[in-house]
């Protein structure tokens, strides 16, 4: 979404512990994500930056800007979770663990097409399948992920939600079409009460991949927010 929609602009995309290129190594928890990333943006911008966050990345975010608002100038949450049931979490967490890997490439490409992925063009999805999923040694295929940290993770958004300082900017983007719902009223209403005119909440009609199925959007807002 940024190579083509903002190329004017600088942007990092760090992966997150457990994912992709990023260390496999424990601790697996929001806390040390945010430690993570305030490192990067104290050394490596020149001031506060905006931060974009989807999903486990939203509840990543709004930690980020309440344990160091000097470090965050805005927060663009791309229909994030936090806040969430702990059973259905549970739920999840033993589904991902009963059924980890496929048999073949067209298996995990199915399920994306069956799923949260249903919106999104068919040349995104590919490639995304291209970059991440890899052959197993036991002759299978999985995602570029470390197994026991997605499992931290699950439980991680059943933490209490927390919000940002006053006078920090913030935009959620509600996908409409996501069933269930990570977004909740708690969270939207903690936000606009705390915020107030600081608060923007804009609907767009896709499922959870906001910047994959919606990326002439979502870069709309990225740059309303950057002013």
Request: hydrophobic fraction near 45%; include cysteine; aromatic fraction near 6%.
């Amino acid at each position: 979404m940024a190579t083509q929609h903002l190329p004017d602009l600088p942007v990092a995309a760090p992966d997150l512990i457990g994912h992709g290129q990023s260390t496999y190594s424990a601790p697996w928890t929001i806390d040390s994500n945010v430690a993570a990333l305030a490192d990067l943006v104290a050394n490596e911008s020149d001031g506060p930056v905006l931060v974009v966050g989807h999903s486990f990345g939203g509840a990543i975010a709004l930690n980020l800007a309440a344990a160091h608002p000097d470090l965050v100038s805005g927060l663009v949450l791309l229909d994030p979770a936090i806040g969430l049931d702990g059973e259905w979490m549970r739920q999840i967490a033993q589904a991902s663990a009963a059924s980890p890997d496929y048999a073949d490439r067209e298996e995990a490409r199915t399920e994306k097409i069956n799923g949260s992925w249903a919106d999104v063009p068919v040349a995104d999805l590919d490639d995304d399948l291209d970059q991440h999923l890899l052959p197993l040694p036991n002759g299978r295929y999985g995602w570029r992920v470390f197994g026991p940290a997605i499992m931290s993770y699950w439980s991680e958004l059943a933490r209490e939600i927390v919000f940002p300082r006053n006078g920090i900017p913030t935009t959620l983007v509600l996908a409409t079409l996501t069933q269930p719902p990570y977004v909740g009223t708690e969270l939207i209403e903690g936000l606009s009460e705390r915020l107030g005119a600081d608060f923007t909440l804009v609907n767009l009609d896709c499922r959870h991949m906001v910047s994959q199925a919606r990326p002439a959007d979502t870069a709309a807002i990225i740059r309303t927010m950057l002013g």
